[in-house]
T-cell receptor, first 113, second 111 residues
Framework: DAGVIQSPRHEVTEMGQEVTLRCKPI?????LFWYRQTMMRGLELLIY????????DSGMPEDRFSAKMPNASFSTLKIQPSEPRDSAVYFC???????????FGQGTRLTVV | GENVEQHPSTLSVQEGDSAVIKCTYSDSASNYFPWYKQELGKGPQLIIDIRSNVGEKKDQRIAVTLNKTAKHFSLHITETQPEDSAVYFC??????????FGAGTTVTVRA
């Protein structure tokens, strides 16, 4: 398996634009996580899904952020409208029920100017 | 919610020496404590974990200890090598999945 695949690897966008980050989890994994990493706040869990259903979105910073998982092999994190303070590295991770080990993708570095 | 504090924020050690990173947590319901290693430009990777029913776990040169009473756990790396240079994160969870991470420790192994 190629691991968790995220796209794009880098995204530069202007303030106010919509940004969509994409994730393909490891095949067979039934948990999917979205994290945000910044120098100031470290690694924060934004939302996680189990069997495509959102379980906990308490980490989503505000209504500008939304996440979907339409099927077991794809998830998106959308920011609309984007702001400079959203600049961060966004990681997607997946895990298998009963394992607890989260496998992280390589991340998407988002810069909002 | 859970609050995890990690110390030190940076650690420089001579190759062959040991490195120790310490974390404390606040939620007594936490029962799963993983450690992740993040290399430059990559996502974090699990290196070792421990559950609350165990006081110590070892895997080759790395070991983790847990003191539930004091709510702290530590990572020990012995015989450090240049490839151990990375950022290390501790985390805590009460359900295996909702992880709260520490701020990270940047470890540099000097040759």
């Amino acid at each position: 398996d190629a691991g968790v695949i995220q796209s794009p690897r880098h995204e530069v966008t202007e303030m106010g634009q919509e940004v969509t980050l994409r994730c393909k989890p490891i095949s067979g994994h039934d948990y999917l996580f979205w994290y945000r990493q910044t120098m100031m706040r470290g690694l924060e869990l934004l939302i996680y899904f189990n069997n495509n259903v959102p379980i906990d979105d308490s980490g989503m910073p505000e209504d500008r952020f939304s996440a979907k998982m339409p099927n077991a092999s794809f998830s998106t994190l959308k920011i609309q409208p984007s702001e400079p303070r959203d600049s961060a590295v966004y990681f997607c991770a997946s895990s298998l029920w009963g394992s607890a080990e989260a496998f992280f993708g390589q991340g998407t570095r988002l810069t909002v100017v | 919610g859970e609050n995890v504090e990690q110390h030190p924020s940076t650690l420089s050690v001579q190759e062959g020496d040991s490195a120790v990173i310490k974390c404390t947590y606040s939620d007594s319901a936490s029962n799963y404590f993983p450690w992740y290693k993040q290399e430059l430009g990559k996502g974090p990777q699990l290196i070792i974990d421990i559950r609350s029913n165990v006081g110590e776990k070892k895997d080759q040169r790395i070991a983790v200890t847990l003191n539930k009473t004091a709510k702290h756990f530590s990572l020990h790396i012995t015989e450090t090598q240049p490839e151990d240079s990375a950022v290390y994160f501790c985390a805590a969870s009460s359900n295996d999945y909702k992880l709260s991470f520490g701020a990270g420790t940047t470890v540099t192994v000097r040759a």
